[in-house]
Nanobody
Framework: QVQLVESGGGLVQTGGSLRLSCVAS????????MAWFRQALGKEREFVAA????????YYTDSVKGRFTISRDNAKNTVYLQMNSLKPEDTAVYYC???????????????WGLGTQVTVSS
């Protein structure tokens, strides 16, 4: 398993941008598909975006398409989530997660970070 640490969250106004980072420990990062999930207060954890091991393929939930971009740098053991045009409904704790293959089912992910809070004010 890899250990994951997220950073980059914060408070931003509607329409603003944030870039989340997730640094992984260990030498298996390049063999892991990565994803970002989020969980708003009182709601279930939901899929946001995923990226293949090589970074060639990316996937997004409909509500963030065209606004969010997932990317990875295997040399730095880091996955990113660039979030633009943020909306109040994007407010949540954002988690990165690792899996053996690309998925949007949280049950398929074996490693999770502790999360970083993103708050979008109206």
């Amino acid at each position: 398993q890899v250990q994951l640490v997220e950073s980059g969250g914060g408070l931003v106004q509607t329409g603003g941008s944030l870039r989340l980072s997730c640094v992984a420990s260990g030498r298996t990062f390049s063999r892991a598909a990565m994803a970002w999930f989020r969980q708003a207060l009182g709601k279930e954890r939901e899929f946001v975006a995923a990226i293949s091991r090589s970074g060639d393929s990316t996937y997004y939930t409909d509500s963030v398409k065209g606004r969010f971009t997932i990317s990875r740098d295997n040399a730095k053991n880091t996955v990113y989530l660039q979030m633009n045009s943020l909306k109040p409904e994007d407010t949540a704790v954002y988690y990165c997660a690792a899996a053996s293959a690309v998925s949007w089912n949280p049950r398929d992910f074996t490693s999770w970070g502790l999360g970083t809070q993103v708050t979008v004010s109206s």
